[in-house]
């Protein structure tokens, strides 16, 4: 196996299987940390740089809780604005990347831009962590989601997927690409053009990435409706189909958000006629409609675990590529 000692994590894409396994593996034997509330020194000489162009509450914070529990420093920026990046002087992505690595000893990047992230790691000594880029990928979000699969069901193989929401969100792309490596059937739902509003983007799963779905030979349908793939899943992963322009720095909310059409919606109803009685929801969040707050206190819902996970999966990320954990 690769070591990650050193490596970037850019893309689900570069993941072979075994990795995966050894990420979990680590993953597992950190969880206990976070479980307890402790704060152990496995990274206590090793500082986290956070470049966050983008708003983030869960993959900044979650980077930030699992460095600190690990006994690191953190350093950066939420908002680069503040920064010559985001002023008058627009500093590059490689001026920025030349000093930050000087700050710290691995860097997590969030940007509008897709691919800036691999920018920065063509010119960091240190490793890049993808954050987030723009409707690129978010490999950390869905290593964290395949975790609480596998810490909820015991396997990941062998399980159903439904995938739900606007199929140009990063996530989607990383999950697509992570489950090339499993035996794991997926049905994406995407809204078609004008099924929000009028003049609403095409948000099925884009060509181009279907194209590489299928040359690395995922086992993939597509549907319009959830009610049309609920029964068979043992997973049901959703994002928002009312939401901001990934590809801006910042979107601001111009009154009412607009509601989420059935289609795309999972409901306490729905989950009661028609999912199968073991079947977990996860949500990367944040939400809007599409999973009303009543469905929080079901059996189905995972959400809150996945969100105690993305702390667990940082430390095991940042122990692994700062060389604590080969
Ligand atoms: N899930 C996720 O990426 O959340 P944030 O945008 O708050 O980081």
Redesign the pocket.
């Known amino acids: 196996m690769r070591s990650f000692m050193g490596r970037d994590i850019l893309s689900l894409k570069e993941f072979e299987r075994n990795e995966f396994f050894r990420v979990f593996e680590i993953a597992e034997a950190l969880e206990p940390i976070a479980r307890d509330r402790r704060n152990s020194d496995l990274l206590a000489d090793k500082t986290l740089v956070t470049a966050f162009y ?9 980077h930030e809780a699992g460095m600190i529990r690990l006994g690191g420093s953190v350093t950066g920026f939420s908002d680069a604005k503040m920064t010559r990046a985001g002023d008058w002087y627009q500093e590059s992505i490689k001026d920025t990347i030349k000093m930050l690595e000087f700050y710290g000893d691995v860097i997590v990047m ?1 940007h509008y831009q897709q691919g800036a992230p691999r920018e920065a790691a063509k010119w960091a000594s240190i490793p890049i962590i993808n ?2 880029d723009g409707w690129g990928e ?1 490999p950390t ?1 869905i290593l964290t989601d395949l975790y609480t699969v596998l810490t909820e069901k015991g396997h990941i193989d062998g399980l159903r997927w439904l995938a739900v929401g606007d199929m140009r969100m990063r ?1 989607m792309h990383s999950l697509g690409y992570a489950l090339t490596q499993f035996d794991c059937p997926i049905t994406f739902v995407g809204p078609t053009p004008d099924a929000l509003f009028d003049d609403s983007p095409d948000m099925r799963m884009p060509e181009n990435y279907k194209e590489d779905f299928k040359k690395y030979g995922l086992d993939f349908t597509e549907a319009e409706h959830v009610e049309q793939a609920i029964a068979e899943a043992d997973v049901i992963l959703v994002e928002p189909v009312m939401q901001p322009d990934y590809t801006k720095a910042r979107d601001e909310r111009k009154g009412d958000a607009g509601f989420t059409p059935d289609n795309y919606k999972i409901t306490r109803e729905l989950l009661t006629t028609k999912a199968k009685s073991d079947a977990i929801l996860l949500h ?3 939400r809007m409609d599409e999973i009303p707050p009543d469905v929080d206190i079901t059996k189905w819902s995972r959400y809150w675990q996945e969100a105690f996970n ?1 702390v667990v999966m940082r430390m095991a990320l940042l122990a692994l590529v700062l060389g604590a954990a080969e």
């Open positions: 983008q708003p983030s509450t869960r993959t900044r914070l979650a969030r954050g987030g978010h979000q996530t990367s969040l944040p993305g």
